[in-house]
């Protein structure tokens, strides 16, 4: 059965930091990259970042860039999410997804989401 | 603001015909990128639900169709069903922002 599992997510203070984690099983973890995306709570979608399946590429959202950190271990078959100096408006449910390849890729299976809270 | 527009809602009775359309620009949609679709129920994770304009995901019912002209994309569903009412959003890439774009999302109501 595939799965996708998300860990780490939490009430974090503005400044603060926070890793995600997304533990991958059912299959071929290191074929295939892996992303982020986030909700906020009754609104859109917004893609965060993105890291191939030998980490030999990765991108971020504008809104992210020099805060977050994507990484992946496939002797784990798990993808990371570092979230350095959160800010309110990082509040949202993050998802972690399979991602096709190429930048007209699509999102083909998606892990259940872990909330995380930025607030004083 | 989302890059790609959606309607906020839609309705429609059971069995009638409903369309979600997904409109973007020419550095997005109509540069040739291909619109990818997703399905929210209530409380749960998003699905892919069609990819590359046309395709249904594995387990989708053909009810569920695709289609892509110029700078804009629409889904339509046929004979809708109560199970349908959830939240669909569109998703393409923008070379302008070299960035993955979704649509705001378009809440579907089963009346």
């Known amino acids: 059965e595939v799965q996708l599992l998300e860990s780490g997510g939490g009430l974090v203070q503005p400044g603060g930091s926070l890793r995600l984690s997304c533990a991958v099983s059912g299959f071929t973890f290191n074929s295939h990259a892996m992303s982020w995306v986030r909700q906020v709570a009754g609104k859109g979608l917004e893609w965060v970042s993105i890291i191939s399946a030998s980490s030999d590429y990765i991108y971020y959202a504008d809104s992210v860039k020099g805060r977050f950190t994507i990484s992946r271990d496939n002797s784990k078959n798990t993808v990371y999410l570092q979230m350095n100096s959160l800010r309110v408006e990082d509040t949202a449910v993050y998802y972690c997804?399979?991602?096709?390849?190429?930048?007209?890729?699509?999102?083909?299976?998606w892990g259940r989401g872990t909330l995380v809270t930025v607030s004083s | 603001q989302s890059v790609l527009t959606q309607p906020p809602s839609v309705s429609g009775a059971p069995g009638q015909r409903v369309t979600i359309s997904c409109t973007g620009s020419s550095s997005n949609i109509g540069a040739g990128y291909d619109v990818h679709w997703y399905q929210q129920l209530p409380g749960t994770a998003p699905k892919l639900l069609m990819f590359?304009?046309?395709i249904r995901s594995s387990g989708v019912p053909d009810r569920f169709s695709g289609s892509k002209s110029g700078t804009s994309a629409s889904m339509a569903i046929t004979g809708l069903q109560a199970e349908d009412e959830a939240d669909y959003f569109c998703?393409?890439?923008?070379?302008?922002?070299?960035?993955?774009?979704f649509g705001g999302g378009t809440k579907l109501t089963v009346l």
């Open positions: 590359d304009n046309t």
């Open positions: 998703q393409s890439f923008d070379s302008s922002l070299s960035s993955v774009v």
């Open positions: 997804a399979k991602k096709t390849y190429g930048p007209s890729g699509y999102f083909e299976l």
